[in-house]
């Protein structure tokens, strides 16, 4: 995928304060692939990531036309 993976095994984001999004455009975390979460945190974290792939089309369509 081009994603990090860190010491533990479980895939890792770019950065500390936003660990949904990786070193490739389009592709974002959340969930248990990035490492042991409960519910509330797993429910959030897809919502961000869905929040920014969603926001990563809109920009490629924007470019496109």
């Known amino acids: ?6 010491e533990d095994g479980f895939l ?3 950065e500390p304060l936003d660990p949904g999004r990786t070193a490739r ?4 975390l959340a969930g248990a692939c ?8 797993a429910v959030s974290a897809g919502s961000v990531a869905a929040g920014a792939a ?5 920009a490629s369509e924007r ?3």
């Open 1 to 6: 995928l081009g994603v990090g993976v860190g």
């Open 12 to 14: 890792c984001g770019v």
């Open 25 to 28: 455009p389009g592709v974002f």
């Open 34 to 41: 990035a490492g042991p979460t409960d519910i509330p945190d």
């Open 54 to 58: 969603l926001a990563h089309i809109y």
């Open 63 to 65: 470019k496109a036309s």
